[in-house]
C-alpha cells in the first residue's frame, strides 16, 4: 500500500514557467515532509522540507504549500530553470527516520 | 564536512551469491538507514540503525541484514541474490532524533545476473 501519493509522473515546463508536483498521505502520524531532487547517476539532495503546523514555507524559487485538512501537500517552482530538471520526490515521516516516498516526478524544463 | 560516503559504487553480482555494502555517515551522525530504489518499486525502506541497534526494518526478506559499527559507520548484507535484487541502494544518515532530515549517499548499483 503507497503510504505517499505523487502526481503527476512526469512533467513538462517550459523555462520560466511553474512547476507543481502534488502528493497526497493518508496517515495523519506523519509529522514531516521533505521534498528530494534526484539527478541521473545521483543520490536525492534534499530540497525543501515542512511540518504540519505550517502551511507555506519558502525558499529561494522552491515552495512547499501544505493543507492538512485535506492531507495533501505540494512543490513549486517559480520561474523553472533546464537545471531544475530532475525526478522529484515527496516524502513523510513519523517514527524514527523511517520515510516513506512518492513514486517520483520526472520533470523536464524545456528551454 | 564530508557527505553520506557509499562503496562499492557499482557490482556486478550473480545469483545465489551474497554482497556487501558499505555507509560512512556525515561526521556526528548517529543514525544510518538504507533504501533500495527501483524503477518499478521506487524507494522502499530496509532497515535503519541508532547507536548500533536496528531501530527499524521495512518490510525485505531476511535475506537483507545489516549493522551498525561504535563509530556509526553501516553496512548491508543481502545473501543468495535474486534477479530482482538488482536495484541502486541508498544510505542515509540523520542526526537521530525524531523527525530529522536524512542525507543520502549517491547509492551502490548492483546488478544480478
Known amino acids: 500500500q503507497q503510504q505517499v501519493k505523487q502526481s503527476p509522473q512526469s512533467l513538462i515546463v517550459q523555462k520560466g514557467g511553474i512547476s507543481i508536483i502534488n502528493c497526497a498521505y493518508e496517515n495523519t502520524a506523519f509529522d514531516y515532509f521533505p521534498w528530494y531532487q534526484q539527478f541521473p547517476g545521483k543520490g536525492p539532495a534534499l530540497l525543501i522540507a515542512i511540518r504540519p503546523d505550517v502551511s507555506e514555507k519558502k525558499e529561494g524559487r522552491f515552495t512547499i504549500s501544505f493543507n492538512k485538512s485535506a492531507k495533501q501537500f505540494s512543490l513549486h517552482i517559480m520561474d523553472s530553470q533546464p537545471g531544475d530538471s530532475a525526478t522529484y520526490f515527496c516524502?513523510?515521516?513519523?517514527?524514527?527516520?523511517?520515510?516513506?516516498f512518492g513514486t517520483g516526478t520526472s520533470l523536464t524544463v524545456i528551454p | 564536512k564530508a557527505g553520506v560516503t557509499q562503496t562499492p559504487r557499482y557490482l556486478i553480482k550473480t545469483r545465489g551469491q551474497q554482497v556487501t555494502l558499505s555507509c560512512s555517515p556525515i561526521?556526528?551522525?548517529?543514525?544510518v538507514s538504507w533504501y533500495q530504489q527501483t524503477p518499478g518499486q521506487g524507494l522502499q525502506f530496509l532497515f535503519e540503525?541508532?547507536?548500533?541497534?536496528?531501530?527499524n526494518k521495512g518490510n525485505f526478506p531476511g535475506r537483507f541484514s545489516g549493522r551498525q559499527f561504535s563509530n556509526s559507520r553501516s553496512e548491508m548484507n543481502v545473501s543468495t541474490l535474486e534477479l530482482g535484487d538488482s536495484a541502486l541502494y541508498l544510505c542515509a544518515s540523520s542526526l537521530g532524533q525524531l523527525g530529522n532530515t536524512i542525507y543520502f549517499g549517491e547509492g551502490s548499483w548492483l546488478t544480478v545476473v
Open positions: 516524502a513523510a515521516s513519523m517514527i524514527g527516520n523511517q520515510f516513506y
Open positions: 540503525y541508532f547507536s548500533e541497534t536496528q531501530r
Open positions: 561526521s556526528g551522525h548517529r543514525s
